[in-house]
């Protein structure tokens, strides 16, 4: 069975500072990979997903995550944190070789930024 | 064009009632999806459904939930005799039959149901 686990239930960093929020996954085949974003009273919307081909994959708002398969993880970053950032982000994996699956997702980061 | 939309936004109800949550889902997009968000979880996997295909029910928690979808276009979920565990916000995605999950799933704005 597919899990996902993301390191840090809130992270907080200062305005200008790096951004890393971790995630790591359990899959028996080859996962697909998404991040969403959630801004309080919003639906979730797609910040990135990796498929297939170049495991760094960039997203919106300067986001980026890598697929790494030795480390089952896919660690979300950005170099410079805006104070906008300030969402819950949850990392998602589906199955490859299932058509249209539904996506199990982790239990979220809450990303404070200050000034 | 429109995105996802559910209703209500809020519903509040009492122990025991039944209540009806509504997905209307991008127009073309031909799966539909419900998860459930309890306060400090993330999202759990409900119900899933494919054009006219046999929908997926393997997330459905218990008989007391059931959902429907006609043809291509509105959702409802239903939850009958509601327990104060139901609490949560209901989230429907939507997206394109793309093979192999690739298929960018489109949220709603989710409705919070709180049972007194």
């Known amino acids: 069975a597919q899990s996902v686990t993301q390191l840090g239930s809130h992270v907080s960093v200062s305005e200008g500072a790096l951004v890393l929020l971790r995630c790591n996954y359990s899959?028996?085949?080859?996962?697909?990979l998404f991040w969403y974003v959630q801004y309080p009273n919003q639906g979730l919307q797609l910040l990135l997903k990796y498929t297939t081909g170049a495991t760094l994959v960039k997203g919106i708002n300067g986001f980026e995550a890598e697929f790494k398969k030795s480390e089952t993880s896919f660690h979300l970053t950005k170099p410079s944190a805006h104070m906008s950032d300030a969402a819950e982000y949850f990392c998602?994996?589906?199955?490859?070789?299932?058509?249209?699956?539904?996506?199990?997702f982790g239990k979220g980061t809450t990303l404070s930024v200050s000034s | 064009g429109a995105g996802v939309s559910q209703s209500p936004s809020n519903k509040v109800t009492e122990k025991g009632k039944d209540v009806e949550l509504r997905c209307d889902p991008i127009s073309g997009h031909t799966a539909l999806y419900w998860y459930r968000q309890r306060l400090g979880q993330g999202l759990e996997f409900l119900i899933y459904?494919?054009?006219?295909?046999?929908?997926?029910k393997s997330g459905l928690p218990s008989d007391r939930f059931s959902a429907e979808r006609t043809g291509e276009s509105v959702s409802t979920l239903t939850i009958q005799r509601t327990q104060q565990e139901d609490s949560a916000v209901y989230l429907c995605?939507?997206?394109?039959?793309?093979?192999?999950?690739?298929?960018?799933?489109?949220f709603g704005p989710g409705t919070r149901l709180t049972v007194l």
């Open positions: 998602a994996v589906s199955d490859q070789d299932q058509a249209g699956t539904a996506l199990i």
């Open positions: 899959s028996s085949v080859p996962p697909y």
């Open positions: 459904f494919q054009g006219n295909s046999a929908p997926d």
């Open positions: 995605a939507s997206s394109l039959a793309v093979s192999g999950g690739q298929g960018e799933q489109f």
